[in-house]
């Protein structure tokens, strides 16, 4: 199963079959002071930054949050897209709850987004899944349902074939669906991790469909984060998972290692150039 995005030049294909994608995390405000205040005072320089800085190590697609409090996503959003498609050629992850904010910035798109995140709660479908089809992009689905997030895979799993089958409902095909199984911290619930692979594999057996992770929070609250989401991406990506919102600065040289120690590297390729553009770095 393969998802396309693309930018003005570049094409990007998440694959149940290839290598990880990294999706940057870095454009979002929240727990980055610096980045808010940059946001609120219209200083697009540190956004430039921070977009360079990523797609330098390794970033495949960026991911783009301009969500929060006492700001409007629907001026913000557009603006960071803007520039971002004008400036970069990368594609892009609109991530914004709210369909105007969407419907705002998504025509300034130069390629084929991805749109984070519609969910199977009646509201988020109704308001999210036309505009992903008016729009042509792909789409991230998060296995919440009416009642919330469960702690049950099998309901995540439902979640996911709700928004699935809402979407062929109005034309968006399977390939365009990429399913978000949620992680949350293993600090608040130590069975937290566990439920998360196990959707992965529920949803990659059902659908076979390409499946994201927000990895980052499994760690949250925990010392030595690091240790702890590494391990949790070679845990995500062997039972399924293709691609993941997180830091292309730390975690890239490990993704790419996965990938070596999977069999989606010939000859280790990708390990050793990533390995070698950036060795300096690690004796810095």
Do not use: W
Not at 30 to 40: C, H, P, S
Not at 71 to 85: E, F, Q, S
Not at 224 to 232: G, L, M, S
């Amino acid at each position: 199963m393969k998802t396309i995005l693309k930018s003005k030049t570049k094409k990007v294909e998440i694959s149940t079959d290839g290598p990880f994608t990294i999706i940057g995390e870095k454009i979002n405000p929240t727990g980055r002071k610096k980045l808010a205040a940059a946001l609120q005072e219209g200083n697009l320089d540190y956004v430039r930054d921070l977009a360079k800085k990523q797609i330098e190590a390794g970033a495949d697609v960026l991911d783009v949050n301009v969500g929060m409090a006492g700001t409007d996503d629907v001026d913000y959003l557009p603006a960071i897209v803007k520039m971002l498609a004008e400036e970069f050629d990368i594609p892009l992850c609109l991530d914004s709850p709210n369909p105007k904010a969407l419907a705002a910035a998504l025509p300034l798109v130069q390629g084929r987004a991805l749109v984070n995140s519609v969910n199977g709660e009646e509201k988020s479908l109704a308001a999210v899944l036309p505009i992903v089809k008016e729009y042509g992009t792909a789409v991230i689905g998060l296995t919440i349902g009416e009642g919330g997030i469960s702690n049950d895979p099998q309901k995540r799993l439902a979640a996911a074939g709700k928004i699935i089958e809402r979407a062929a409902q109005i034309g968006i095909p399977l390939e365009d669906i990429i399913i978000d199984p949620l992680v949350m911290t293993v600090g608040a619930d130590s069975s937290a991790g566990l439920v998360t692979l196990t959707t992965i594999e529920l949803v990659r057996k059902e659908f076979g469909v390409n499946i994201n992770l927000g990895a980052s929070n499994v760690s949250f609250g925990l010392p030595e984060r690091d240790v702890i989401n590494q391990a949790f991406l070679a845990l995500a990506i062997s039972a399924g998972a293709t691609c993941a919102i997180t830091d292309p600065i730390k975690y890239t040289l490990a993704i790419r290692a996965i990938d070596l120690l999977r069999g989606r590297d010939s000859y280790g390729m990708r390990y050793l150039k990533y390995y070698r553009a950036h060795a300096q770095e690690k004796t810095a």
